[in-house]
């Protein structure tokens, strides 16, 4: 018997004694998957319109991702930075190229991008921009999620994200997001950056008023202060483009990124800036044991090449707007209000069908997986990989647990 052999109740008392209750997942135990389909342990089929929060961009076990794995697993796994590695520098420079940046630095999770991003903007304020030691400010945007590190959920205004795990990091500014009046009034001499997400995933696809981006990016060029965006879960084909700030035609001086960079493999993630901010970094200043190892580049170079070609991108624009037609039909029938970019959707259940919870439920039951977020609304997205068809099913699962 392997290690990979359970059952049904040694799962659930497994689970119910031994691990800690920092998730309430819905109530499916899943144990295969390909493409945007999963199995459950009893067989039961359900369209996956999660894909772990857009880590799965491809789809579950996307065959020429598992192949170029399965491959460098039988070659190397890990080296640490301590030496060079085959697979790290090339995986490098095509990011870098995709990025149209000139250097990327590699970290495993998204928060550790995300903290990487905070601590360059930092050298760089103090190295390039001159600001006095110790006073550097980063702008951040109400309804933020950056990741779950103390430092991160410092400047969160999510209380079950902060609650008892104080004290914080200082340095950070919160503004509400999509008001750039409000973001130039808050900058000062010492601010380091601006950190954003295009669009809010977290909390609810929340998508920022048009030309928002691009004011973000020309307060930032006038004032001198980093454009530092937060691509994690909004970037990688997910909105129709490479990058959800792309949907304004904007460039930020950082990206973060993360999630779909994985492959839905194993977590990969990085920032990418040109020499001029990331080049502050010096040998020993920061790094991680398990960032830039040679499985995770060479699945991450797959990655950028699966989307160099523009193929995913266009997917997600074309079966987005074909998304976006069908969930508008619900607005007053069981949805309050629908926001969508490109294979993304926020769906806000009119509170008299119940809470999105109960909703994520009633859909398992009808092999759908979706989630909740913020108590009313359901995050719906695809792989890139869905077909139309299977989104038009799911739709009419949708309505049906709505009138229901
Ligand atoms: C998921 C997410 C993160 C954190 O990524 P982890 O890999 O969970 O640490 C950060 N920022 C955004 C926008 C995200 O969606």
């Known amino acids: 018997m392997s290690v990979l052999d359970t059952t049904t109740s040694d799962i659930i008392t497994a689970e119910e004694e031994h691990l800690a209750h920092n998730y309430h997942p819905l109530p499916v135990i899943i144990s295969r998957a390909e493409g945007s389909w999963v199995t ?78 905070i601590k360059v903007a930092r050298a760089w304020a103090y190295r390039v921009k001159g600001v006095p030691a110790g006073a ?131 977590p990969v993630s990085a920032v990418a800036a040109d020499a001029a901010v990331l080049g502050v970094i010096r040998p020993g200043e920061h790094g991680s044991t398990f960032g830039g190892n040679p499985l995770a580049a060479a699945v991450g170079h797959r990655v950028v090449e699966m989307l160099a070609t523009g193929e995913f991108q266009q997917r997600a624009k074309a079966l987005g707007e074909h998304l976006e037609a069908r969930l508008n039909d619900l607005v007053g029938h069981g949805v309050t209000a629908v926001r969508v970019a490109g294979l993304w959707a926020g769906v806000d259940i009119d509170p008299a069908q119940g809470t999105a919870r109960e909703v994520a439920e009633r859909l398992l039951g009808r092999g759908v997986l979706v989630k909740d977020t913020h108590g009313q609304t359901i995050r719906i997205a695809p792989p890139l990989v869905v077909r139309a068809t299977e989104l038009d099913w799911a739709i009419e699962q949708l309505k049906l647990v709505l009138t229901a």
Not at 75 to 94: C, E, I
């Open 40 to 117: 459950d342990v009893e067989g039961k089929r359900y369209l996956d319109l999660l894909s772990a929060y857009s880590a799965l961009n491809f789809g579950h076990l996307h065959p020429a991702i598992v192949a170029v794995a399965q491959e460098q697993l039988t070659r190397l796994t890990l080296t640490s930075r301590a030496y060079h590695n085959d697979q790290l520098g090339v995986f490098a420079s095509a990011l870098a190229e995709l990025c149209g940046k000139d250097l990327v630095l590699p970290m495993n999770t998204g928060a550790e991008a995300v903290e990487t991003a």
């Open 136 to 266: 550097a400010e980063i702008v951040v945007a109400g309804g933020n999620f950056h990741g779950r590190t103390t430092t991160i959920v410092g400047f969160s205004d999510d209380s079950e994200a902060r609650g008892d795990f104080g004290p914080f990091t200082p340095g950070f500014v919160t503004v509400p997001f999509g008001d750039a009046d409000a973001l130039a009034a808050a900058i000062t001499d010492h601010t380091a950056a601006v950190l954003i997400e295009p669009i809010q995933g977290e909390a609810g696809v929340i998508v920022p008023p048009a030309g928002y981006l691009a004011a973000v990016r020309e307060i930032c060029t006038r004032r001198g202060v980093l454009f530092i965006a937060d691509e994690i879960q909004s970037g990688l084909g997910r909105t129709g483009y490479t990058f959800a700030c792309e949907r304004e035609g904007v460039v930020p001086d950082m990206y973060v990124l993360g999630k779909a960079l994985g492959g839905g493999i194993l």
